[in-house]
C-alpha cells in the first residue's frame, strides 16, 4: 500500500491533494491577519485570557452542577441570560485573579496532595477503592489527557488553599457576639396605621396619556413569555401495554396465579369454644361439646357459654371471638369446618390437636364466585399492564439510540418502536404541561441550548420508574410584548393603582409631619377610618406585615423619651406610618449554651465570606481587567 501512495504521489493527484490542503491553510493564514477568530477573547485579566469557549463551558458545567444538585427543582430560566453570564464571567475573572495572586505568592499543589484528591472522589472509586481504570475513562469522556485533568485539580487545591487560607482566619470576640445578640434579641414598641390606597383610586382620572407613559416605563409586565410547541415520545404503561401479545391460556395462567388482584381473599370473624384436657379425656371432651352444642342448638347465648366453659384464655373472656380470620391461618381441621359454614350456624364439635372447638362464623367478607370468562377483560388489562413494565427496559435503551441517532426527528424512533409521536400546544417555561409529559425536567429540557437552539431531540427523560419521554422542539417564539392596544383597559387599572398609591405614600409621609408637631396617630387613624395597631414586636416577628417590621427596626433607636417616626409602601400599595415608641435590648447567652454557640458560628462564616470577598474585591481593584465588547 505504501508503494501505491509514493507512485500515486507523483503526478496530478499529489498537486490536486497540495492544493485542497492549502487552501483551508491559507484561508486560516488571511483570517488571523484580519483579526478575525472563531473563538473570540472576551476578557484579559493582568494579561491572560479568557475565550468565549471556556466562558460557555464554564456556563456549561455550571448547569450541570445545579441540575444535579437541584434535581426537579431545577429551573432553566434561572441560568440563562446576560445577567447569568456576566455571573460566570465575574467567577472565571476572580479565579484568574486568585491564580495569578497564589503564583505570586509562591502556593502550590504538590504531586501526592493531587494524587490524594484525585483517589477521593467517589465517582473514581469502585467498592470504596480507587479504580485507576474506571478514572482513565472517565477523563477520557471529558475530552482530556490524566495530565490535563490532574492540571486542573492542582489549581483547584491551591484556589481551596488560598480561600481556607483567609476564611480560616477569621473570629469573632465574645464583645461582637454578645453585641450582635442583643441586637437580634431587641424589642420595639410601636404603632402604626395603614394609609389604603383605595381611597384614592379613580381610573377616571388616568388620561391616555398618562396610560401610554405608564405603558411604556413597565413594558416588562405586558411582555408575553417564550413559548415552544413539543413533539414527543412517550414511553410507558399506556403505550407499552398494547405492544404485548395475549391468548387465552396466558390470561387463564395469569388469573389463576394472581387471583388475589381481582377481588379480595375471604375473610370470616369467628368465635369458638375450646374444650380440652382440662375436663379429662377424649371421650369426656367430645361428651362435654356435644353437651354445649345441644345448649347452643337450644338457644343458649354462645358468648356466655365461651366464658364460662372455654379453655382458650385469649378469647373467653371476649365471647369466644377470635376476629378477623383468612385461609391458611387455622389448623386445617378448624378452618375447613368454619369456612364451611353459613353466617350465624355452629359447627358439631371439632376435633383438633387442642382438643374439641364449637365454631360459630358471625361476619364474612372478600372472596368471590366470579370465573376467567366473566373477569377476562381485567385479567387481560393486568396481564398487559405487568409485561409492559417488563418491556419498558428494553424499549427504553432502543429509545435512547433511536433518538441519539436521528436527533433531527422523533419520527425514526417512533417507528422503530412502533410508537406515536405527539404534540403540545404552546407552553412556557412555567406552563402546565400534558399529562403524559407533565414533569418540571421536560420544561428544563424544553428550553435548553441543545434542544432548543441546537433543535436536537433531548435525551431520555425519566418521568417515573416506568415513565420516560423523549422531545423535541418544533415550533419556538421568542418573548414579545403586547401591543398597547390590546392591554390598554389593564394598564389604565394599573397605572391608576400606581397613582392612588403615591397618593397615599403623600398623605402618609403630611401624617407623619403632623405627628411629629405633637398630634396621636391614634386619634389621626381613627378621624380618617385608618386601621391602628399599637404592639411590641421582636425581628421575627408573624403577626405584623413584614413591611412594617422591617421599617420599623430599620429606625435609628430615638433619643431617651423621643420618638422615631418612618413609613413604608407595602407590596399592595398601602402606606404604613410608622412610630418606634420605645427599644428594648435583649440580653446576651454568657453560659456556653447551645444557641449562644450557633449564633457565633454562624457570625464566624458570615464574617469569613465577607473578609474573603472584600479580599477580591481588593485584588480587582489592582489588577488590570479589561472587558472586551464582543463578549
Do not use: C
Not at 456556563?59 to 434535581?71: A, H, K, S, V
Not at 366473566?374 to 427504553?396: G, N, P, S, T
Not at 405633637?518 to 404592639?535: M, Y
Amino acid at each position: 500500500m505504501l508503494q501505491a501512495i509514493k507512485d500515486k504521489a507523483q503526478g496530478w493527484i499529489a498537486w490536486a491533494i497540495v492544493i485542497l490542503i492549502s487552501i483551508p491553510f491559507a484561508l486560516f493564514g488571511i483570517q488571523e491577519y484580519l483579526g478575525s477568530s472563531a473563538d473570540p477573547v472576551i476578557a484579559e485579566v493582568e494579561g491572560v485570557e479568557i475565550k468565549e469557549s471556556e466562558l460557555e463551558r464554564g456556563m456549561r458545567d455550571f448547569r450541570e452542577t445545579m441540575r444535579i444538585n437541584l434535581g426537579n427543582a431545577y429551573r432553566q430560566e434561572l441560568f440563562e441570560g446576560d445577567a447569568f453570564r456576566q455571573q460566570i464571567l465575574d467567577r472565571m475573572i476572580n479565579e484568574a485573579l486568585m491564580r495569578e495572586t497564589a503564583s505570586d505568592w509562591n502556593m502550590r499543589g504538590s504531586d501526592a496532595q493531587v494524587r490524594g484528591y484525585i483517589q477521593s472522589i467517589p465517582g473514581f472509586q469502585n467498592q470504596g477503592r480507587f479504580d485507576k481504570a474506571l478514572y482513565e475513562a472517565a477523563v477520557r469522556n471529558r475530552g482530556m489527557s490524566n495530565a490535563g485533568f490532574e492540571d486542573l485539580v492542582r489549581q483547584e487545591l491551591v484556589l481551596r488553599q488560598m480561600q481556607n487560607g483567609v476564611q480560616n482566619s477569621s473570629f469573632v470576640t465574645n464583645q461582637m457576639t454578645a453585641t450582635e445578640a442583643r441586637l437580634a434579641r431587641q424589642k420595639r414598641a410601636i404603632e402604626f396605621a395603614r394609609v389604603p390606597m383605595s381611597t384614592f383610586n379613580d381610573p377616571q382620572q388616568v388620561t391616555d396619556a398618562d396610560a401610554e407613559a405608564f405603558y411604556e416605563a413597565n413594558r416588562v409586565n405586558y411582555r408575553v413569555p417564550e413559548r415552544v410547541k413539543l413533539a414527543y415520545v412517550a414511553l410507558g404503561n399506556s403505550s407499552l401495554m398494547p405492544l404485548v401479545e395475549v391468548d387465552d391460556d396466558k390470561l387463564q395462567t395469569y388469573f389463576e396465579e394472581h387471583q388475589n388482584e381481582f377481588f379480595a381473599e375471604e375473610e370470616r370473624k369467628i368465635r369458638h369454644i375450646l374444650i380440652d384436657d382440662t375436663v379429662g379425656d377424649s371421650e369426656a371432651q367430645r361428651a362435654k361439646a356435644e353437651e354445649l352444642f345441644v345448649q347452643l342448638q337450644g338457644g343458649a347465648d354462645f358468648a356466655t357459654l365461651a366464658a364460662e366453659h372455654s379453655s382458650d384464655p385469649g378469647s373467653a373472656d371476649n365471647g369466644g371471638d377470635l376476629g378477623w380470620v383468612t385461609r391458611g391461618v387455622m389448623v386445617e381441621a378448624f378452618e375447613e369446618s368454619a369456612f364451611s359454614l353459613e353466617l350465624n350456624s355452629v359447627s358439631e364439635p371439632v376435633k383438633t390437636d387442642f382438643g374439641y372447638h364449637l365454631i360459630e362464623v358471625t361476619e364474612k367478607r372478600g372472596g368471590s364466585d366470579v370465573t376467567f370468562e366473566q373477569i377476562r377483560a381485567d385479567v387481560e388489562a393486568a396481564y398487559r399492564k405487568f409485561h409492559a413494565e417488563e418491556l419498558f427496559y428494553d424499549y427504553y435503551e432502543r429509545l435512547a439510540n433511536a433518538a441519539y441517532e436521528n436527533s433531527d426527528s422523533l419520527v425514526p424512533a417512533a417507528e422503530t418502536l412502533g410508537l406515536e409521536v405527539r404534540q403540545t400546544d404552546w407552553i412556557t417555561r412555567t406552563s402546565p404541561l400534558p399529562s403524559a409529559i407533565d414533569n418540571p425536567k421536560v420544561a428544563n429540557a424544553a428550553f435548553s441550548e441543545d434542544v432548543l437552539i441546537n433543535r436536537h431531540n433531548s435525551d431520555v427523560i425519566e418521568i417515573e420508574p416506568t415513565e420516560a419521554v423523549v422531545i423535541r422542539v418544533i415550533e419556538h417564539e421568542a418573548e414579545t410584548t403586547r401591543p398597547f392596544e390590546e392591554v390598554r383597559d389593564q394598564v389604565v387599572e394599573q397605572a391608576a393603582a400606581s397613582l392612588a398609591s403615591e397618593k397615599a405614600a403623600k398623605k402618609g409621609e403630611e401624617t407623619i409631619e403632623t405627628l411629629k408637631a405633637g398630634q396621636s396617630l391614634a386619634g389621626i387613624a381613627s378621624a380618617n377610618g385608618w386601621s391602628h395597631r399599637d404592639v411590641t414586636i421582636s425581628r421575627s416577628q408573624r403577626d405584623v406585615p413584614a413591611e412594617v417590621v422591617d421599617a420599623a427596626f430599620a429606625l435609628k433607636p430615638p433619643a431617651q423619651e423621643a420618638k422615631g417616626y418612618t413609613g413604608v409602601v407595602a407590596a399592595e400599595g398601602d402606606f404604613f406610618v410608622v412610630v418606634v415608641n420605645n427599644v428594648e435590648y435583649g440580653e446576651a447567652a454568657s453560659d456556653g449554651s447551645a444557641s449562644e454557640t450557633t449564633q457565633a458560628q454562624r457570625m464566624v462564616v458570615d464574617l469569613a465570606r465577607a473578609e474573603f470577598d472584600g479580599v477580591l474585591e481588593s485584588l480587582r481593584s489592582r489588577a488590570s481587567v479589561e472587558i472586551l465588547d464582543n463578549q
